[in-house]
């Protein structure tokens, strides 16, 4: 793999390139700002520190804020670009736009200036490591790589709302600071309309971006929006975990042809990570890389959803022997509760007990369970195991449709045969009991081979239902 097709497109003269990260030295691509400027000279404001790097779109230095008396990256602009009045303003116009996004996870820019014909921006300084840093030593943790896409796609979310696309993801223009907060950098590239509500297309005029994590309509220099991003985030996230990009190859054209079309390599499964583990986060990658910018998630709140899916951090699900024996004690409970209103019913309006009270005490055991699940997202058995029942779209606590189908699903073999024997027992006839005990098998089976075959170990009726249950206290990080 030639290593400079990792680096970013410079675009045509007319149209901007890239600005660089604000801790490290970038790649230079031919575009200079002129010469270096020494320490100790002043742009408004500010006074520079040191030259920290050259890209294409100028030169980076640590500078001090001499009105608030904090460290910025200033990003000395070329003589080429200050002197186009159609490639200044638009660079002005941009970060304008990004600098009306205020979110942690996105780096901030302060101030425009212009001093001695030097166009320049003042930006927040991220003192820290980029995640290309990171993965120098090797591929990511599972748990840390998820939490970073999350962190990215949180951030690209909000700009997303100001109308603005990125178009350059990419470990090295994701940066960690002292904190563990990450940061998206480098928005030189980024395309929209400022104040757009961020949902159309952008006009692509110029190839920019990095060919190993580029979706394929960006490379064809077709109108781009926010899910060019989500494929850059999915080739990088793939990265993160396997170690290496999806695709590598000796010439942009074959390497953008796989993008295209060839079959994405399956995530190698590594050290401790459970088979399922990997298996989904090897589809979170398929679907953020599917050729069709349609066919991937559909926005960025979908995709965190499904981020936080995947991620033990963030939906932690319940186990076979937690959800087992929460099952089994929930079921005892609500049908002795039944069991005994069907019997004061009985002796108060009909003053005998007479009759099998079975399927009346499961049909209030499932209003019970069902009524709990919607008000406070457990009953006893969930809340001995701090687990709770949401669901998966949003997080929340499931709506009477969804909790009364997950509740019916498990219990409806055994509410059968309670109903057959009470009926039969007209007929001096049962069912008997092996079907009665096959049916509460049931649920342990399907939660033994939920747990064997999913991350998320999803039942039948979790899956029907659209529901989860998980634990509620959650592991957090900074990033």
């Avoid at 080429?80 to 979110?103: C, T």
């Avoid at 932690?316 to 929930?330: E, H, T, Y």
């Avoid at 079921?331 to 309006?349: R, Y």
């Amino acid at each position: 793999m030639r290593p400079e097709l990792d680096a970013t497109l410079a675009a045509p003269p007319s149209q901007p390139s890239e600005s660089d990260r604000t801790a490290t030295a970038p790649r230079s691509t031919g575009d200079h700002a002129g010469p270096e400027i020494a320490a100790g000279v002043r742009l408004g404001h500010f006074r520079i520190e040191k030259r920290l790097g050259a890209g294409g779109m100028g030169e980076v230095y640590l500078a001090t804020d001499l009105a608030l008396d904090r460290p910025v990256a200033i990003k000395v602009l070329p003589a080429a670009v200050a002197l186009d009045p159609a490639r200044r303003d638009r660079l002005v116009r941009e970060a304008r736009a990004q600098a009306r996004v205020n979110h942690p996870n996105i780096g901030h820019i302060y101030f425009i200036g212009e001093e001695a014909g030097r166009l320049y921006f003042a930006m927040e300084y991220v003192a820290g490591q980029t995640v290309a840093d990171r993965l120098a030593a090797g591929a990511i943790a599972v748990d840390d790589a998820l939490s970073i896409i999350r962190s990215a796609a949180l951030g690209l979310r909000e700009a997303q709302r100001s109308g603005i696309t990125h178009r350059d993801i990419k470990p090295s223009n994701l940066m960690i600071d002292g904190h563990g907060m990450l940061k998206v950098l480098d928005f030189g590239l980024a395309a929209g309309t400022p104040g757009a509500a961020g949902d159309g297309p952008v006009e692509q005029t110029s190839l920019a971006g990095t060919p190993l994590y580029m979706a394929p309509e960006q490379a064809r220099g077709e109108h781009v929006d926010f899910h060019a991003d989500i494929y850059a985030l999915g080739a990088t996230l793939f990265h993160l975990v396997a170690g290496r990009p999806p695709f590598e190859a000796d010439t942009f054209e074959a390497l953008m042809s796989k993008h295209a079309s060839a079959e994405r390599p399956a995530l190698p499964r590594r050290g401790g990570t459970a088979r399922t583990t990997i298996a989904a986060i090897d589809a979170l990658c398929g679907r953020m890389m599917r050729a069709q910018p349609g066919e991937r998630y559909a926005s960025y709140d979908e995709l965190i959803r499904a981020i936080e899916l995947a991620s033990v951090e963030h939906a932690r699900p319940g186990g076979l022997w937690a959800r087992s024996v929460a099952g089994l004690l929930d079921l005892l409970v609500g049908s002795l509760a039944g069991a005994a209103l069907v019997a004061l019913v009985h002796l108060v309006v009909f003053q005998s007990l007479h009759g099998d009270s079975g399927p009346y005490a499961l049909a209030v055991y499932a209003l019970y369970l069902t009524a709990l699940t919607v008000r406070r997202g457990r009953a006893l058995g969930l809340w001995l195991f701090d687990l709770e029942v949401v669901e998966l779209a949003t997080g929340a606590r499931p709506r009477w449709g969804r909790a009364a189908l997950r509740v019916i699903v498990p219990v409806g073999p055994l509410f059968a045969c309670t109903l057959a024997n009470y009926v039969l027992r007209f007929f001096d006839r049962e069912v008997g009991d092996v079907p009665v005990l096959v049916s509460l098998l049931v649920v342990p089976l399907a939660l033994l081979w939920a747990s064997l075959r999913s991350h998320s170990k999803l039942t039948v009726w979790d899956k029907l239902s659209g529901t989860m249950v998980r634990y509620r206290t959650r592991r957090t990080t900074a990033i």
